[in-house]
């Protein structure tokens, strides 16, 4: 989910006619035309040209991470290796049938087993690695997985990220965003002036910013598993800014012709 933020917009009017003294004396005595005189050249020069319009436009937009993973491991260690292994193949068999039953798919289910000799005794391990969409339907398999299985299965703390590419379609909407309130500033600015907002002669993205989390409240210095799930999610969102500047060509309005 994004939202934008308020745009900080300034605006000047090129070419413009000052007050100065028409002629500013130099070192040697020499005369330099004023800024009238100087408009009044360009205007020979140039008949008809056309004002411009410059407007500085920013935007801040936000997307929460849209995937997490969470890892359950089962270990056993005993002293006959088939015991080892019977003993986390079983819950791990459980593990898998119940991921099924609510509906993960066999694509989000990763299973990884490390079986070695500890000294005396044999060593089995098991890894499911489970990616999760709806972080709603992730918290009741956990909860329930909590509840059915005893304390030799380890759930680690959901790890939230996003899709690849979607921090980059963040970084460009921030760009566009800001660049339309730009535009409907300069729109307002132009009605409010009598004038009409013509195409724009150049696009200039001055700043970028991105930053993870909020700024006045992220969770490095706090333990990751003391923070609930909203928490964690809040601490994983993306931020982007940009900041804009546009040149608008500036028309006069168009005056309409009497019917003779």
Known sequence: MSQ???????VELVPWAGKERENTL???????????????????????AAHELHVSGAAEVSLSP???????????????????KRSVCRRLDYITQSLRQQGLQAENITVTKDFRRVEN????????????????KMQNICNFLVEKLDSSVIISEPHFYHTPGSVE???RQACLVAVENAWRKAQE??????????KPLLI???EVKEWEGQIYDHPTSRLASSLTVQQKIKSATIHAASKVFITF?????????KHL
Request: proline share 6%.
């Open 169 to 171: 379609n963040l970084r």
């Open 4 to 10: 934008a933020s308020p745009t900080r917009v300034f």
């Open 66 to 84: 849209d995937q997490a993973q969470v890892a359950v491991r089962v270990r056993s260690t005993k002293e006959a290796a088939a015991e080892a």
């Open 204 to 206: 200039k993205e001055e």
């Open 189 to 198: 600015v132009c009605n409010l002036v009598g004038q009409t907002l013509g």
């Open 26 to 48: 130099v070192p040697g005595g020499e005369a330099l035309p004023g800024p009238r005189r100087l408009l009044q050249a360009a205007a020979r020069a140039q008949p008809g």
């Open 249 to 257: 060509e500036i028309k006069g309005k168009e005056k309409k012709k």
């Open 121 to 136: 005794a044999y060593h089995m391990e098991a890894e499911v690695c489970i990616k999760f969409t709806e972080f709603g």
